[in-house]
């Protein structure tokens, strides 16, 4: 016996529960008998009556079994206490005491210790978190249940703290990333732990991402605030005030509680960049937004390791995303392909291709992660403010839909039709801004494919997207709308205030950031222009039409003419730009080929007027409607129209 008492024992409770031996060997005991002994130690008296130690282990009875039970227990316990020759446990009459604690193996919910190994802790407890505390007991009693659930938040807890100080001390990669995957693992738990949102943040912010977040969100209220201050009055629909009431719509300030689960596939890496890291920074650009609530405690955001994830699962009638991203491989360069599913529907709600280039960089990679982020985060939104307004009608929504769908066909009878179509979605109240916008948007592209023909077109333009803004002042979509109508009025101030605001409300949306272009471009400021449209292209690599021609005119107006057909000739229907192609090809001294748009133009538009067209046509300064001219009159449409 004397050698046994000799014995060290550990006991170890994370990823089940086992008793070992100095050598690492299990050691029978009976299971319950173990939990006893971790409930007394986590118990800083180290002892409990038996009448809460059978509640423990059976739960509340009134027929007396658990005491029943647990006189059997402590006979078994001391049976095998003997054999060891170890007592871990005392047994009175009317409680239970520990006498002789063994070491805890994985000792999780150790305190102290050398502050210089923060990190060597934090790795410990993390693998310890990983294979959960007292997994696959088997206890079914309610108590237990609650007590193990307790220890579990300690422990997480113990986490927070122990990151927090490695945090401070990680230097090397590995350190780095452990310190990113145990933050994200926290925040994953706990969703509403604003404590950790700031950790988290804070170990981020060496990337400047809290930073980009934080002036996005600084800018937006800034400008919101600033036009709400210039607007007294809004425009009513029907005679009504069109504002959402409280329970349509939520409010900027209030978060959508959408669990979002992030889907990394890493089957196919791609050479060269650091795919994981992309995930992770888009994870972490999503909590900076503050918009969004991703994940609840039932669900939460996963960041798979390793080449492996695990399929989403989320509760009956919860309104869920999977946002899934991949590298594909195959194509000239690296590219990530991502898509947001409604998790409901399997509807894909967005889906984008992204070069990555031949190599990665630091600033690519902050790129990426920003966009997608930013795009994830306005496409939930948008989806929830869709579903509350159309839950009332299916059939509007498709009429909608079909709006939407003609409207991405520059034409005007594509416009008229989905005007039609939009008209009709909204008829049943017409306060879903969305909606708005895009019937505002018919009426300022056929005022452009009219040739300017119809003042009254734009004040249409203008009354619906101020309705817009009525129903929905913190979305982008009608201050965009609002700004390009603006810009065709002359309006050049109050047109690139909104196409701010806009780009400020919706950061990563590649279509705002085009009508800001062209908006830049009728103000004279076609070197920016170029600027912006370009990057609207790199975000949208399948640009609609509409971008190609503003790179088109304003590389004309900036006298690269050869760049300015380059564009036009990327177009799906060249004939949109067709006075663009007339005027390049003269300035380039191709008379013939310029003849030939003129020709056309002449044939698609027969009273098509110069002149006129020239008048209306929205440049702020001078010197761009001069080239312009110079470049239609070398054309030939004065000689032309003469015969």
Not at 189 to 203: E, G, K, V
Not at 381 to 399: L, T
């Amino acid at each position: 016996m004397r050698v046994a008492n000799k014995i060290m024992f550990s006991l170890h409770v994370f990823g089940g529960l086992k008793l070992l031996d100095g050598d690492g060997r299990e050691v029978a005991f009976p299971e319950k008998g173990l939990l006893i002994l971790v409930y007394l130690m986590m118990d800083p008296n180290m002892r409990a009556p038996r009448s809460a130690i059978a509640r423990f282990l059976w739960g509340r009875d009134d027929n007396g079994s658990a005491q029943v039970n647990l006189r059997k227990l402590v006979s078994r316990i001391r049976a095998r206490q003997a054999e060891l020759g170890k007592a871990f446990l005392h047994f009175t009459e009317t409680a239970v005491e520990l006498k002789s604690a063994p070491s805890l193996g994985d000792r999780p919910f150790s305190k102290g210790g050398d502050p210089g190994s923060a990190v060597a802790t934090l790795k410990s407890l993390a693998e310890a978190h990983e294979t959960e505390f007292l997994k696959g007991v088997s206890c079914q009693s309610a108590i237990f249940f609650q007590w193990r659930e307790a220890q579990r938040h300690r422990h997480s807890l113990r986490l927070k703290e122990v990151l927090k100080v490695a945090a401070e001390q990680a230097s090397t990669r590995d350190e780095i990333a452990l310190v990113k995957d145990v933050a994200t693992l926290l925040l994953g738990i706990d969703p509403d732990d604003r404590d950790m949102h700031r950790i988290l943040l804070r170990i981020f912010d060496a990337a400047g991402e809290v930073e980009h977040f934080r002036q996005v969100f600084e800018r937006r209220s800034a400008l919101l605030a600033s036009w709400s201050d210039r607007q007294d009055t809004a425009p009513a629909l029907n005679g009504q005030s069109p504002v959402l009431s409280e329970k349509e719509v939520a409010p900027a300030s209030r978060k959508l509680k959408i669990p979002l689960l992030l889907l990394p596939s890493f089957d196919e890496p791609a050479e060269g960049h650091d795919v994981p890291a992309l995930i992770q920074g888009i994870t972490i650009g999503l909590y900076a937004l503050e918009s969004l609530d991703m994940g609840d405690r039932r669900t939460s955001v996963r960041v798979s390791r390793g080449g492996q994830h695990t399929a989403a699962t989320f509760d009956h009638g919860d309104r869920s995303y999977i946002l899934d991203m991949r590298p594909s491989i195959g194509a000239a360069e690296p590219q990530l392909f991502s898509q947001l599913v409604d998790a409901g529907t399997d509807e894909v709600l967005w889906a984008e291709r992204i070069g990555l280039g031949p190599s990665s960089s630091k600033r690519e990679g902050e790129t990426v992660t920003r966009h997608i982020a930013l795009s994830v985060a306005g496409q939930i939104e948008r989806r929830e403010m869709m579903r509350s307004y159309f839950n009332r009608s299916p059939m509007a929504y498709q009429r909608y839909l079909a709006g939407k769908r003609y409207l991405e066909r520059l034409s005007i009878p594509n416009l008229q039709r989905a005007r039609s179509e939009l008209v009709a979605a909204l008829r049943g109240g017409g306060d879903f801004a969305p909606g708005l916008s895009s019937i505002a948007r018919t009426f300022s592209k056929e005022w452009v494919l009219t040739s300017g023909g119809d003042k009254a077109l734009l004040d249409e333009a203008e009354n619906y997207a101020l309705q817009a803004i009525a129903a929905r002042n913190d979305i982008a979509d009608g201050y965009r709308e609002l700004g390009l109508t603006k810009s065709f009025q002359r309006a050049n101030d109050e047109s690139i205030e909104a196409l701010k605001l806009a780009e400020a409300l919706n950061p990563g949306h590649a279509g705002i950031i085009a009508d800001h272009a062209e908006v830049l471009l009728h103000s004279s400021r076609p070197e920016l222009a170029l600027e912006k449209i370009e990057r609207a292209i790199a975000l949208n690599p399948l640009s609609p039409d509409t971008y190609l021609w503003t790179a088109s005119v304003a590389s004309y107006t900036l006298g690269r003419f050869e760049a300015a057909l380059d564009y036009i000739g990327r177009m799906a229907d060249p004939r949109l730009a067709d006075r663009v192609s007339a005027a390049s090809w003269a300035m380039l001294g191709e008379e013939t080929r310029a003849a030939f748009f003129v020709r056309r133009i002449h044939k698609t538009i027969p009273d098509f007027d110069v002149d006129r067209w020239v008048s209306v046509v929205p440049f702020k300064e001078q010197w761009q409607r001069d080239i312009y001219l110079e470049g239609l009159h070398r054309a030939g449409f004065w000689k032309d129209s003469t015969n």
